[in-house]
Structure formats: structure tokens, C-alpha cells
């Protein structure tokens, strides 16, 4: 992301830090995301499968959406975690 001359911010967000029916719990990042304008679409693109409360990442990316705004969440084909990733990826998703 540092060498994309188009990003104007980044956020990192530690989306395995969770309360139970709450939500992920709000770093700094989240605050100011929480406190601007609600996003049209939300791309959790390679991401879910490696979350171990992605219930909670729902929410929360439920929060940060317009009323009428899109969440989108693709997952990758099996194949793909053949090549190492399986490791990785959260049990609940084998």
C-alpha cells in the first residue's frame, strides 16, 4: 500500500480483537472510520476465512454501512489453500 500513489489513507485493524456480540473492539482506526461518513460498499476480499469470529466482523462492517450500502465477501476456491494457506486459515473454514 505504501507505493500506491492513488491511497490517500490506510488503516490496519486487528479484526480477530473482538467482544462477543458487540463487535470488533475500537482502536483509534475504527473510531475515526465509525465517526465519518457510512461507506457504500464493504470488500472483504481473502479475509473471512482467516478470521476466528467472523460473526463479529459482520457487525461491524454492518455498522459502517450506508443503509443501502453493499457488503461484498468472496471466497477463494479449496484449491488455493493447497498452496500453503491451509495453515493459516481458521479451522471452522476447512
Do not use: C, H
Request: glycine residues 6%.
Amino acid at each position: 500500500m505504501d507505493t500506491n500513489s492513488a491511497l490517500s489513507k490506510s488503516y490496519v485493524i486487528d479484526l480477530d480483537d473482538v467482544t462477543e456480540g458487540v463487535g470488533v473492539n475500537e482502536s483509534p482506526s475504527l473510531v475515526e472510520l465509525a465517526s465519518g461518513e457510512k461507506f457504500d460498499f464493504v470488500i472483504m476480499a481473502n479475509t473471512i476465512d482467516f478470521l476466528k469470529n467472523p460473526r463479529e466482523v459482520y457487525r461491524t462492517a454492518w455498522r459502517l454501512l450506508k443503509e443501502d450500502g453493499v457488503m461484498m465477501v468472496p471466497f477463494s476456491g479449496k484449491d488455493t489453500y493447497k498452496s500453503g494457506f491451509e495453515e493459516v486459515q481458521t479451522r471452522m473454514w476447512r
